[in-house]
């Protein structure tokens, strides 16, 4: 396999895990199964992003539109989630990675944000690497939230309207602290953005892949950023 330019890695990596569901269907298991496969590719993906350097890895874990599927299987995610944070946290620690979410937070179950906050405040002073979780997120919602959080500093007299700028903007955001995305990978062929950063990813590149998440390994996730390593980017500029 080619060899990845290390001065040319994506600084920040999101990623829409899709095709937990087909995958387990495809070998006659359950949703559940596919879900904790599911983990293990989160498990690779982040161990991979840290051992080559990328700064910033952001996950679709939950969308707000998740919220619609079975109680069960809502539950059975939580738990898979619970369970991931408490099995990680050493990981994390002994790694330098910082955990962090986005998302409407307060609607998680009170068991799961308790292991969440308790992870984020652990990791918090760790540097090499932000895992941001988004839970419960959707993009038009975070925009929302945003807009509201503006409008209330307008009311303040902290903010004119003369300062709401593309620059000031992203800081009402829930990614505030981070870079926009240079790249995002979606697995399992769909051509969506399916409510994931929408302002964030203006300029980012996609990768889409036919893989299913559980099939996401760390040779499939290198050649997602060879590709990336192969593009040009011009921000909306003229090459040359
Ligand atoms: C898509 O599969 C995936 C999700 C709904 C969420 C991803 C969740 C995990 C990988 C497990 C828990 C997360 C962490 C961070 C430990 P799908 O069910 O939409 O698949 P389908 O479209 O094939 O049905």
Redesign the pocket.
């Known amino acids: 396999m080619e060899q990845l330019n290390p001065e040319k890695l994506p600084r920040h990596v999101a990623i829409i ?7 387990a269907k495809k070998k006659g298991l359950t ?1 559940i199964i ?2 904790q496969n ?2 293990k ?2 498990r690779e993906v982040v161990k991979a992003s840290r051992e080559l350097g990328i700064r910033w890895l952001t ?4 969308s707000e539109e ?1 919220w619609k599927r079975s109680k069960y299987e809502i539950r059975a ?1 939580m738990d ?2 619970k369970r ?1 944070l408490k099995s990680e946290l050493k990981e994390m620690l002994e790694n330098d990675i910082r955990l962090s979410c986005i998302g409407q937070i307060d609607k998680l179950p009170i068991d799961v944000q308790t292991t969440l906050w308790h992870s984020i405040e652990k990791t918090a002073h760790n540097k090499e690497m932000t895992l941001t ?1 988004a839970l419960s997120y959707g993009g038009r919602q975070e925009i929302i939230w945003a807009i509201k959080n503006m409008l209330k500093d307008v009311e303040k007299g902290l903010l004119n309207i003369k300062q709401i700028t593309e620059e000031r903007f992203p800081e009402y955001l829930f990614t505030a602290d981070a870079p926009d995305p240079d790249l995002l990978i979606r697995t ?1 062929g769909e051509f969506r953005i399916s409510n994931f950063l929408l302002w964030q990813i203006a300029y980012t590149e996609l990768y889409i892949t036919p893989a ?2 559980p099939d996401f390994s760390k040779e499939r996730y290198l050649e997602a950023l060879l590709d990336y390593q192969k593009r040009e980017r011009r921000f909306g500029s003229t090459s040359g």
Request: glycine share 14%.
């Open positions: 895990m899709d095709g937990n569901g087909r995958w949703r596919g879900h599911g983990v590719s989160v996950l679709y874990a939950f998740n995610l898979l989630l991931y979780l399992s299913l998440w």
